[in-house]
């Protein structure tokens, strides 16, 4: 556990994945914050400060079943590198800096939608392409029976290939197209609406 009590699992050998804490908002800010230029990754246009996300980041803080989840860098100590998470709980392996962050949110705020959520993916621009996005999303599917979500839902740019592409690859299928959605400042875009219906499984809740 790290020093808010939170529980950290080994996602491989190299970083860790756990529930977000108060103290991680600048962190998630400033990589979310890295992906409005390039116009892909979100629809906000300028950059987000703490005090505009503050509630956001409370409510999921707040949500059992709304997680967070950051993803650190680990760093060897004593000459040793991860291969369990016993390792991770023991501090015999040190994590750095957050790389990267995902968030299952409400599909909508209305409780009949409780089954359903959309997940969202964020990495720091020095860790694109490395997989590390899949790994997450793939880790975070794990967890969905376990928050009560049937069905994950990932809305995408329809010029964003790598991310389609790389929801495509776990699975996700097409359950919607809104065309000329978002006015992005320069051009108007498409969203695809992914979704996937999870299959039950034994994983605990992270």
């Known amino acids: 556990m790290d020093e808010h009590g939170n529980k950290k699992a080994l996602l491989d050998n190299e970083f860790t994945v756990e529930r977000a804490s108060r103290s991680d908002l600048t962190a ?3 990589i979310y914050n890295q992906s409005i230029a390039g116009k892909q990754a979100t629809a906000n246009l300028t950059p987000v400060t703490t005090e505009e996300r503050a509630t956001w980041f409370d409510e999921h ?3 059992r079943t709304r997680p967070i989840y950051v993803v650190k860098a680990l760093v060897e ?3 040793l590198s991860a291969t369990n998470s016993e390792q991770v709980e023991n501090h015999d392996i040190e994590t750095a800096q957050i790389v990267a962050w995902g968030s299952f949110s409400d599909l909508y705020a209305r409780i009949a939608y409780h089954i359903s959520s959309e997940m969202s993916i ?3 621009k020095d860790y694109h392409k490395k ?3 899949s790994e997450l999303a793939r880790w975070m599917l794990t967890q969905a029976p376990s928050l009560g979500i049937t069905n994950v839902i990932a809305l995408i740019f329809a010029h964003n ?3 389609l592409g790389l929801f495509y690859k776990l699975g996700f299928e097409q359950w919607g197209y809104m065309p000329k959605v978002c006015d992005m400042d320069g051009f108007i875009a498409d969203v695809v609406m992914l979704g996937l219906a999870i299959k039950p499984n034994s994983n605990s809740e992270l």
Do not use: D, K, V
């Open 28 to 30: 998630i800010l400033a």
């Open 61 to 63: 803080l707040q949500n």
């Open 77 to 79: 100590r004593n000459g």
């Open 122 to 124: 964020y990495l720091h």
């Open 131 to 133: 997989g590390l996005g």
């Open 161 to 163: 290939q790598p991310s």
